[in-house]
T-cell receptor, first 114, second 112 residues
Framework: NAGVTQTPKFQVLKTGQSMTLQCAQD?????MYWYRQDPGMGLRLIYY???????DKGEVPNGYNVSRLNKREFSLRLESAAPSQTSVYFC?????????????FGPGTRLTVL | QKEVEQDPGPLSVPEGAIVSLNCTYS??????FMWYRQYSRKGPELLMY????GNKEDGRFTAQVDKSSKYISLFIRDSQPSDSATYLC????????????FGSGTRLQVQP
């Protein structure tokens, strides 16, 4: 059981380049989330998917798109990267997406935009 | 003003000390309260979870929630160097939004 996996672990982009961050979970969870973590800001929700086939905006969705490819996979795309998107990105999943659910986090992707 | 406030630290204590970590919040709709531990360059992992007000104990860890004061605490007894990490409080409402609102985290260093 790998839990939540994320690829890549590190990435350096130039302003304007695009990339997709991949996330997969093997716990048969219904809900998946993308957060970004910045110094002094805690984790902030970018997008989430309550169940397969649905996605919703979180607190900081501008500049990002997501795809819930199937129950296991939830990707985050930066169409035109900006230096303000330099951050550590975490994917998480939970069983049913209710408030009481435990969210399990992946190891993170460290992204630098020059 | 942030919805959840947490002192960033760092908090440095000697091994064996009792540690107190705290968060305050402004949203009275929060009903679920969690503490996550995050080691350097790792993802957060759930440490404690409580619903509404009250205390919960798990080994060396005790979580307290005071909804009347909008204040939550995590106590660590007999702290160990392996407890050195960043501790994030998180909370969510009972209905609707299915994601967590996090504090910014407190960095704890336990000196051997």
């Amino acid at each position: 059981n790998a839990g939540v996996t994320q690829t890549p672990k590190f990435q350096v982009l130039k302003t304007g380049q695009s990339m997709t961050l991949q996330c997969a979970q093997d716990m048969n969870h219904n809900s998946m989330y993308w957060y970004r973590q910045d110094p002094g800001m805690g984790l902030r929700l970018i997008y989430y998917s309550a169940s397969e086939g649905t996605t919703d905006k979180g607190e900081v969705p501008n500049g990002y798109n997501v795809s819930r490819l199937n129950k296991r996979e939830f990707s985050l795309r930066l169409e035109s990267a900006a230096p303000s998107q330099t951050s550590v990105y975490f994917c998480a999943s939970s069983e049913a997406g209710t408030s009481a659910d435990t969210q399990y986090f992946g190891p993170g992707t460290r992204l630098t935009v020059l | 003003q942030k919805e959840v406030e947490q002192d960033p630290g760092p908090l440095s204590v000697p091994e064996g000390a009792i540690v107190s970590l705290n968060c305050t919040y402004s949203n009275s709709a929060f009903q679920y309260f969690m503490w996550y531990r995050q080691y350097s360059r790792k993802g957060p992992e759930l440490l404690m979870y409580t619903y509404s007000s009250g205390n919960k104990e798990d080994g060396r860890f005790t979580a307290q929630v005071d909804k009347s004061s909008k204040y939550i605490s995590l106590f660590i007894r007999d702290s160990q160097p392996s407890d050195s990490a960043t501790y994030l409080c998180a909370m969510s409402e009972a209905t609707g939004r299915r994601a967590l609102t996090f504090g910014s985290g407190t960095r704890l260093q336990v000196q051997p």
